[in-house]
């Protein structure tokens, strides 16, 4: 059975550096307080599986905070890279964060998963060598999740229109040209702006997924 490291890359919940076009409508404070929320929940859901690594990954200190809290009291290591371009960090953390792992699972911080189900299987596939990779999709073209060997070609992450809608379907083109399998989870909504607040909100709601940070905050700005 193959092992799996998980590598959380989030930014530290600081006012006026996270989350900004959500902050010009909710404010800079709100705004770092969900960043914080989605981070530990996130650590959270993560920790419910048995990874033989387990890393934070962020750009600034985030001791002394809640999500620091959570991290440590759930075997999480925090480590801190400088500001770099996605392809760099994404192949720096493959290569140099999580050392003992036959697969790394990376995860951002900026979509609540609420089904369970959906990454138990994705994960179920890739530890029993069904698949070679799987990708959680975020409904703007993006990714949420991702799941790799720790030995794929170091070019996986080069040619990628980081932060664009096209994003998930470079992502899939390369996984394909490195002679990687794929299994497609289920999509989830990033929250960027107030609009995606509003519809990943929504979603919760419809998925009886309330009882998390996010949802917590989410539902003081949109249930009045």
Same mark, same amino acid.
């Given at each position: ?5 998980v590598v959380?890359?989030?930014? #530290? #919940? ?8 959500l902050a ?5 404070n709100?705004?770092? +307080?969900l960043m914080?929320?989605m981070t530990?929940?996130?650590?959270q ?5 048995s990874?033989?690594e ?23 290591t ?5 500001p770099? #371009? ?6 720096g953390?493959? !290569? +140099?964060?999580?050392? +003992?792992s036959d ?14 189900e959906?990454?138990?299987?994705s ?6 060598q ?6 959680m #999709?975020?409904t703007d ?5 991702l799941a790799?060997p ?6 996986l992450f ?6 664009s ?7 899939? +083109?390369n ?5 990687l399998s794929?299994?497609v989870?289920?999509?989830?909504? @990033?929250? @960027?702006d ?7 909100y929504?979603?919760?709601l419809?998925k ?5 940070n996010? !949802? ?8 009045l």
């Amino acid at each position: 059975m193959l092992s799996v490291g998980v590598v959380v890359i989030t930014r #530290p #919940p600081v006012p006026g550096t996270c989350k900004m076009r959500l902050a010009r409508t909710i404010g800079e404070n709100k705004a770092a +307080e969900l960043m914080s929320a989605m981070t530990i929940d996130t650590l959270q859901l993560l920790g419910r599986f048995s990874f033989c690594e387990q890393v934070l990954l962020t750009t600034e200190n985030i001791h002394d905070t809640p999500i620091a809290d959570v991290a440590k009291s759930s075997g999480w290591t925090i480590k801190h890279h400088q500001p770099c #371009p996605f392809a760099d960090l994404f192949e720096g953390a493959l !290569y +140099e964060t999580v050392l +003992e792992s036959d697969i790394v699972l990376f995860s951002v911080t900026d979509a609540p998963i609420t089904r369970l189900e959906s990454l138990e299987l994705s994960l179920t596939k890739i530890i029993n060598q069904e698949v070679d990779s799987f990708v959680m #999709p975020a409904t703007d073209g993006g990714f949420n999740m991702l799941a790799v060997p720790r030995d794929i070609p170091t070019n996986l992450f080069e040619n990628i229109s980081w932060s664009s809608a096209s994003v998930f379907e470079e992502l899939i +083109e390369n996984l394909k040209t490195a002679g990687l399998s794929t299994h497609v989870a289920e999509s989830y909504g @990033d929250i @960027d702006d107030y609009q995606s607040a509003a519809s990943v909100y929504q979603d919760m709601l419809d998925k009886n997924a309330t009882t998390n940070n996010t !949802y917590y905050l989410l539902e003081s700005l949109f249930s009045l």
